[in-house]
């Protein structure tokens, strides 16, 4: 194997003194075509591209002599150290990092970015990226060839962002456009960029969140603690007197087990149907999952607003009702259908979520809905969920059953294999 590997982050800058010292000391240097033309590599030094980094480093593993793998800005930040240090090559690394190209394309926006989340679209990763930019204001990509800027507006269509393009960061090539995302397509980027995806309403507070987590909690600034929040947590949350459109809130206990079995997390997008209030597509967001949540009342679309608003949360909310309203929304990778019927939950199915719940109304209609489930493939399972509340008995502190218990008809549906 080699004798010594030296990982060599450039921004562009100036090379340290190691670093310039492991450049001319190496006989194997290994980078990206224009850090080869543009740094002093040895002209005795055999000379890698880097294009499948598992191919260079079975190379570099057989090399006899002093190895230098030059990377962007910090290679250890989704750079080439977490390949080269896989233990079927058995290397031992000296990394000499620069300015991370994601440090640098917020320098050159003159933004903080402790509150960033910052995600790859490399290895077929765009759509998960794209979501991550749907749920949270403030998101790096590391792009990828046919994985860039336009893509990536492509992918957040309808989405209202603002993209800070930088090009080429630390070459005389370099260069950051800042347009909104609809104006993104119209141009023509250069490799490698990074893009910066600002805007959203979602966490507005940002000051509050500085100063000691990096990325921020889920919901922050103002959520409570937990999740199946009781349902007065959420503005509005029931039918306003004479409202017919949106349902009645989910009681907490069946939030409970609906958010279980969707399982929604970063990078998912989890679509909400008869959202009402939007308690659980509020919730679902504040798990990291971007959420559309579709209603048929406009009242309840402006209440689920104001309940993403106050715990600080992304819900894109669509207006509409039954199956045609669908066709337009983005891939899901999980589903919960609150009202709609069997038709819907047909509607849906089409689209193959990887997980899917519905909550009929009724017993025949849960029957319907479940030989949907089975006929799009999926396997079924579901459950009654029965509340008895209980209420204080006596003046002992004792506690005795309550009146008024009610059942909800859970079933939900999970791709097989």
Request: hydrophobic share 45%; glycine share 14%.
């Amino acid at each position: 194997m080699a004798d010594r590997i030296t990982v060599i982050g450039w921004d562009g800058t100036p090379l340290t003194e190691a670093a310039g010292a492991a450049l001319a000391a190496a006989t194997l240097v290994a980078g990206a075509p224009y850090q080869l033309n543009a740094l002093p590599v040895p002209e005795s030094a055999e000379r890698i591209v880097l294009g499948t980094i598992r191919q260079a480093a079975r190379r570099i593993a057989e090399h006899r002599g002093a190895a230098v793998v030059v990377a962007e800005g910090d290679p250890g930040f989704f750079g080439v150290v977490r390949t080269l240090r896989r233990p079927e090559y058995g290397l031992e690394l000296e990394v000499l990092p620069a300015v991370s190209s994601v440090a640098a394309a917020f320098a050159r926006a003159g933004m903080p970015w402790e509150d960033a989340q910052v995600v790859s679209a490399h290895g077929g990763r765009l759509r998960r990226a794209a979501n991550i930019c749907r749920a949270h204001p403030k998101v790096a990509v590391l792009t990828a060839p046919g994985a860039g800027p336009t893509e990536l507006a492509l992918m957040l269509r309808g989405v209202h962002r603002t993209f800070v393009v930088c090009e080429a960061l630390g070459t005389p090539d370099e260069a950051v456009t800042v347009l909104t995302s609809d104006r993104i397509a119209d141009r023509v980027w250069r490799d490698p960029n990074v893009v910066l995806v600002i805007g959203g309403t979602a966490q507005s507070g940002a000051d509050e969140a500085a100063g000691w987590l990096a990325g921020r909690p889920v919901g922050y600034p103002g959520a409570d603690r937990g999740w199946a929040l009781p349902g007065d947590a959420y503005a509005a949350a029931g039918r306003t007197e004479g409202e017919t459109g949106a349902p009645e809130a989910l009681p907490a206990h069946v939030r409970a087990l609906v958010l279980a079995r969707l399982g929604a997390r970063p990078g998912d997008l989890v679509w909400s149907v008869g959202a009402g209030s939007g308690a659980l597509a509020v919730e679902a967001a504040r798990f990291g999952a971007a959420v559309v949540a579709v209603e048929g009342s406009r009242s309840a679309c402006a209440r689920l607003t104001v309940n993403a608003r106050r715990y600080g949360v992304e819900v894109e909310a669509v207006y509409g009702s039954g199956p045609e309203v669908l066709g337009g929304l983005p891939e899901p990778d999980a589903v919960v259908v609150e009202s709609g019927g069997p038709d819907v939950v047909r509607a849906v199915l089409d689209r193959r979520p990887e997980r899917f719940v519905a909550l009929p109304r009724t017993l025949g209609e849960a029957q319907e809905v479940r030989r949907a489930i089975v006929g799009a493939g999926y396997r079924a399972d579901g459950a009654l969920l029965q509340e008895t509340p209980l209420r204080p008995a006596g003046e002992d502190d004792g506690l005795a059953l309550g009146a008024g218990g009610t059942g909800v008809l859970v079933l939900w549906g999970e791709q097989i294999g």
